[in-house]
């Protein structure tokens, strides 16, 4: 189900095409660290990713997980990757940066419900990031996970520590309802809609976890909405500061790189009985050469 969450979320994030990634309640770095690998779209890779949680043990296990190993000072980046940790809470006055896109995934379920307004507002009023990812578990989906007990008078929710687990109604009425105020257009989609060696009598449900994808529209207001109480908070603190070593020579000139592409096939070729070119430069060059593959000669 992890697995499938940071899927989800790293491929909103690549479709629409964000730099600077803010992560609210990032834990030990789990969703930060799957992101630290090169993005599918090399035309828009991520280059920034900032963390805030209220944890301190927690920041540190980020921090551990997120420093670059020997591979990614072996096997550079072509485009720089910077992350930023900070220390406190997500309702907290806003971090000096910049950011396309704030996830807040498996978090909304840890505050008070009477706190969600003011989380909402942090995120959507406050960052009002072009790209917002919130993901929660779906109450509805507990009835297939018979420890739970759902439906009886000792249910209890997936982990000790969520406050509520909303059902995909509320979850919708809570994503439009905040869509409509803050000036987003929300998308709903559900995360994990069957159980791998799931039992027999499996209640479909929608998704284990349900996302809400909001993408802005319009300017919204800078106020919180009627009710919403926010509290003062000491300001974030600077954990940690990492940045991943890059490339920093200039590419070389297409036509180094199609000797180097011709030298390198004439090894292939000379260590092997039968090289077949055309699938080679269908790959590497396609409306690259001037001249047609058949003038090319080794």
């Given at each position: 189900m992890w697995e499938q969450r940071r899927i989800c979320i790293a491929r909103a994030l690549y479709e629409h095409k964000v730099r600077r990634v803010l992560e609210v309640g990032c834990g030990d770095g789990n969703i930060l660290s799957f992101l630290v690998?090169?993005?599918?779209?090399?035309?828009?890779?991520?280059?920034?990713?900032?963390?805030?949680?209220?944890?301190?043990?927690?920041?540190?296990?980020?921090?551990?997980?997120?420093?670059?190993?020997?591979?990614?000072?072996?096997?550079?980046?072509?485009?720089?990757?910077?992350?930023?940790?900070?220390?406190?809470?997500?309702?907290?006055?806003?971090?000096?940066?910049?950011?396309?896109?704030?996830?807040?995934?498996?978090?909304?379920?840890?505050?008070?419900?009477?706190?969600?307004?003011?989380?909402?507002?942090?995120?959507?009023?406050?960052?009002?990031?072009?790209?917002?990812?919130?993901?929660?578990?779906?109450?509805?989906?507990?009835?297939?996970?018979?420890?739970?007990?759902?439906?009886?008078?000792?249910?209890?929710?997936?982990?000790?520590?969520?406050?509520?687990?909303?059902?995909?109604?509320?979850?919708?009425?809570?994503?439009?309802?905040?869509?409509?105020?803050?000036?987003?257009?929300?998308?709903?989609?559900?995360?994990?809609?069957?159980?791998?060696?799931?039992a027999e009598g499996f209640v479909p449900c929608g998704g284990c976890s349900q996302m809400a994808l909001f993408v802005r529209q319009a300017e919204g207001p800078k106020e919180p909405p009627p009710g919403c109480v926010m509290e003062p908070c000491p300001e974030l603190v600077p954990f940690a500061d990492i940045e991943y070593p890059v490339y920093a020579q200039p590419p070389p000139p297409e036509e180094q790189l199609l000797r180097l592409v011709l030298d390198f096939a004439r090894l292939v070729a000379d260590a092997q009985s039968a090289f077949d070119f055309s699938d080679l430069w269908s790959v590497l060059l396609p409306n690259k050469i001037g001249s047609p593959l058949s003038d090319i000669r080794l």
């Open positions: 690998a090169p993005a599918s779209d090399d035309e828009h890779p991520i280059t920034h990713l900032y963390g805030i949680d209220i944890s301190a043990d927690a920041l540190g296990e980020a921090r551990n997980q997120l420093e670059p190993t020997d591979q990614d000072r072996r096997d550079l980046r072509v485009d720089e990757l910077r992350v930023e940790l900070f220390h406190g809470s997500a309702m907290a006055s806003a971090a000096p940066i910049a950011i396309d896109a704030v996830i807040c995934s498996e978090v909304i379920e840890h505050v008070q419900e009477s706190e969600v307004p003011a989380l909402t507002h942090a995120v959507l009023g406050v960052y009002r990031p072009r790209l917002a990812v919130f993901t929660t578990p779906n109450a509805e989906f507990n009835v297939n996970f018979p420890g739970l007990c759902c439906g009886t008078p000792e249910a209890r929710f997936r982990d000790a520590d969520h406050k509520f687990e909303w059902t995909r109604a509320e979850f919708t009425q809570w994503a439009q309802n905040a869509a409509e105020y803050y000036g987003y257009q929300v998308e709903l989609r559900g995360i994990g809609m069957t159980m791998r060696n799931a």
